[in-house]
């Protein structure tokens, strides 16, 4: 059942009392750990002694700690490192370091659901899953609201679970604008789906068959970027600020035309079959079985893809178009 958490239900007296470890320190490791701290929650850092987030984090004015000795000490354990890596790290350098009752808390499902990692039973187990990129975590949370959250509970050995789950919320940034609940399974489930079939997937492989479509016609590259990938972001702003409706309201009567009698010819039916296909691949585990294979031994076709997929013509052709756009800011 839809229930949705805000800034009035959260214990904030949480944050205060409870010692949280955050193993991690990558775009979401480092949002979290830094509105976290000026939440005035009691936060250390566990990370890899001499790494390069070690000195990233001393730069940003933390004590870093080895994974162990933060572990010690912890009331709530948040793993904010890669999916691939965290079953090794719960194994080797947290399960023997807890403290009887600490909370294990995760920004996604993958490992709990997949049972790649299975905590004992005198243990809570909470996921605070922000729907955004680290970066924007950090930047919403910054400009006094935030990015929202999605809450779930594996295990309550507590009694209080989900109460410390929103009080990690609320640190973050996330009961400013609303924290979903959820299970385990749906979060992770939903979220592979939707970076598979939509989001990185999907939308790729869609800007890039555009591209293709017109650069093979004849017609310029550099216009084909503009129409099939700098045009994106106005639409998606769009969708982001009011959905498919406030889409149709700024789009032209020509454009909403095109879209409503052109566009379920490309997303058709068989389109759908495959997207039930991804799915199922998902549910059934075979996907997560297929990329931990993968990562263990060696991640090389991973690597080779990707970096085919970065060698796409499109991308020299979009380097040249934003170098003229003096306002995007790149890291």
């Given at each position: 059942?839809?229930?949705?958490?805000?800034?009035?239900?959260?214990?904030?007296s949480l944050l205060e009392n409870n010692q949280i470890a955050v193993l991690g320190y990558g775009r979401q490791g480092k949002a979290q750990a830094l509105n976290l701290r000026?939440?005035?929650?009691?936060?250390?850092?566990?990370?890899?002694?001499?790494?390069?987030?070690?000195?990233?984090?001393?730069?940003?004015?933390?004590?870093?700690?080895?994974?162990?000795?933060?572990?010690?000490?912890?009331?709530?354990?948040?793993?904010?490192?890669?999916?691939?890596?965290?079953?090794?790290?719960?194994?080797?350098?947290?399960?023997?370091?807890?403290?009887?009752?600490?909370?294990?808390?995760?920004?996604?499902?993958?490992?709990?659901?997949?049972?790649?990692?299975?905590?004992?039973?005198?243990?809570?187990?909470?996921?605070?899953?922000?729907?955004?990129?680290?970066?924007?975590?950090?930047?919403?949370?910054?400009?006094?609201?935030?990015?929202?959250?999605?809450?779930?509970?594996?295990?309550?050995?507590?009694?209080?679970?989900?109460?410390?789950?929103?009080?990690?919320?609320?640190?973050?940034?996330?009961?400013?604008?609303?924290?979903?609940?959820?299970?385990?399974?749906?979060?992770?489930?939903?979220?592979?789906?939707?970076?598979?079939?939509?989001?990185?997937?999907?939308?790729?492989?869609?800007?890039?068959?555009?591209?293709?479509?017109?650069?093979?016609?004849?017609?310029?590259?550099?216009?084909?970027?503009?129409?099939?990938?700098?045009?994106?972001?106005?639409?998606?702003?769009?969708?982001?600020?009011?959905?498919?409706?406030?889409?149709?309201?700024?789009?032209?009567?020509?454009?909403?035309?095109?879209?409503?009698?052109?566009?379920?010819?490309?997303?058709?039916?068989?389109?759908?079959?495959?997207?039930?296909?991804?799915?199922?691949?998902?549910?059934?585990?075979?996907?997560?079985?297929?990329?931990?294979?993968?990562?263990?031994?060696?991640?090389?076709?991973?690597?080779?893809?990707?970096?085919?997929?970065?060698?796409?013509?499109?991308?020299?052709?979009?380097?040249?178009?934003?170098?003229?756009?003096?306002?995007?800011?790149?890291?």
């Open positions: 059942m839809y229930k949705m958490f805000n800034e009035n239900d959260a214990d904030t000026e939440s005035g929650a009691n936060v250390t850092l566990g990370l890899r002694a001499g790494g390069k987030s070690w000195k990233q984090a001393e730069q940003d004015g933390w004590q870093p700690e080895t994974v162990q000795d933060a572990v010690k000490k912890a009331d709530v354990i948040a793993f904010l490192t890669p999916d691939m890596t965290q079953e090794k790290l719960y194994q080797e350098q947290v399960k023997d370091y807890l403290k009887p009752g600490a909370t294990l808390l995760f920004s996604h499902g993958f490992n709990i659901h997949y049972k790649l990692i299975k905590p004992d039973a005198d243990l809570d187990v909470v996921m605070i899953a922000p729907k955004s990129p680290g970066h924007l975590v950090r930047e919403e949370f910054c400009k006094g609201a935030g990015v929202p959250c999605l809450l779930a509970v594996d295990q309550d050995y507590s009694g209080s679970a989900t109460e410390k789950a929103l009080a990690y919320a609320h640190g973050i940034g996330g009961t400013r604008a609303g924290v979903l609940q959820t299970t385990f399974k749906e979060e992770t489930e939903t979220d592979l789906f939707g970076e598979q079939a939509v989001l990185c997937g999907g939308a790729v492989e869609l800007v890039k068959a555009g591209w293709e479509t017109l650069v093979e016609a004849g017609y310029q590259k550099e216009l084909a970027y503009y129409e099939c990938m700098h045009e994106l972001k106005l639409i998606v702003d769009l969708f982001y600020q009011g959905g498919i409706s406030l889409m149709h309201k700024f789009v032209s009567d020509t454009a909403n035309y095109g879209a409503l009698t052109r566009g379920n010819r490309i997303v058709d039916q068989q389109t759908r079959e495959h997207m039930r296909s991804v799915l199922k691949e998902i549910q059934d585990g075979k996907f997560a079985r297929e990329w931990m294979d993968e990562y263990e031994n060696g991640a090389n076709n991973f690597q080779n893809d990707l970096q085919q997929s970065c060698l796409h013509p499109i991308e020299s052709t979009g380097a040249k178009l934003r170098e003229q756009m003096s306002w995007l800011q790149r890291e």
